[in-house]
C-alpha cells in the first residue's frame, strides 16, 4: 500500500508527520513524500526541512493520500499542478484525507462537494464555497474522505485511518508503542473550551476567518 503525504512550501509540520508516525507503522505500507519538485521543502515557521521523495507526476496512484494544512497551503488554492494531481490521484485511491487547512484544497480540487468535512476550526467556515458542510469535529469520515481538525488532530486521523484499513487491534498497537495517550496541562484545545478572550484574539488576527 503506497501512501503519499503531500509537501508545499510552509506547511506546518506535524500535519504531515503526525499521520506519517502512525501510518507508516502499518504492515505493507510503504510511504512517500511528494511535492511538485522533488527536494528540501521548508515548514511553515522555516525551521525544519522535510525531504520530498518524489514529484507528483512520480506518484500518480497512491493508495492514501495526506494533505497537510499551513500558511503556505493559501499560495497553492490555485496551483494547477498540485489540483490536477489531487483529482487525477483521488480517482485512483482507496482513501484521500487532509489534516488542518489542507481540506481547503481538497475542496478546491473539488473533492468535497456534498460531503461531510473539517478543518482548523478558524477555516471552518471556508470549506462551505466549495460545497461541503462543515463540522466542528476533530476527525469526520465521509465516504472514503477524511478530514481532520488542527494540527495535532492528525494524529486522530491516522489512527482512524488505520483502524479501518489494517483492524482495530492494529490501530490499538500503534497507539500503544506511540504512547500516544494525551493528557494536557491546560483544556483550551478547542474553541467551546479555551478563554473567550483568547478565542476572539485569535479570531481578530487570523486570515482564515471569514469575516
Request: one cysteine or more; hydrophobic letters at 40%.
Amino acid at each position: 500500500m503506497q501512501i503519499a503525504i503531500v509537501l508545499f512550501d510552509r506547511f506546518t509540520a506535524l500535519d504531515a508527520v503526525g499521520p506519517y508516525e502512525i501510518l507508516s507503522r502499518m504492515p505493507g505500507a510503504g510511504t512517500v513524500f511528494a511535492a511538485e519538485r522533488p527536494g528540501p521543502v521548508l515548514n511553515d515557521s522555516g525551521s525544519l526541512t522535510l525531504v520530498a521523495d518524489k514529484a507528483l507526476a512520480e506518484v500518480p496512484a497512491p493508495d492514501v493520500v495526506i494533505v497537510p494544512g499551513g500558511p503556505g497551503q493559501w499560495d497553492q488554492m490555485e496551483n494547477g499542478v498540485l489540483l490536477d494531481w489531487l483529482r487525477a490521484a483521488d480517482a485512483a485511491s482507496t482513501w484521500t484525507t487532509s489534516v488542518c487547512t489542507g481540506s481547503l484544497l481538497l475542496g478546491a480540487a473539488g473533492l468535497l462537494k456534498g460531503r461531510r468535512a473539517t478543518s482548523h476550526w478558524l477555516a471552518l467556515e471556508r470549506l462551505r464555497p466549495f460545497g461541503a458542510e462543515p463540522t466542528g469535529e476533530r476527525v469526520v469520515t465521509d465516504g472514503k474522505y477524511v478530514t481532520s481538525a488542527g494540527v495535532s488532530s492528525g494524529i486522530d486521523m491516522g489512527l482512524t485511518l488505520l483502524g479501518r484499513i489494517a483492524g482495530d487491534d492494529a490501530a490499538r498497537s500503534v497507539q500503544l508503542v506511540t504512547e500516544y495517550d494525551p493528557q494536557p496541562p491546560y483544556d483550551a484545545g478547542s474553541p467551546e473550551k479555551a478563554p473567550k478572550a483568547l478565542v476572539e484574539e485569535w479570531r481578530a488576527r487570523s486570515r482564515l476567518t471569514v469575516r
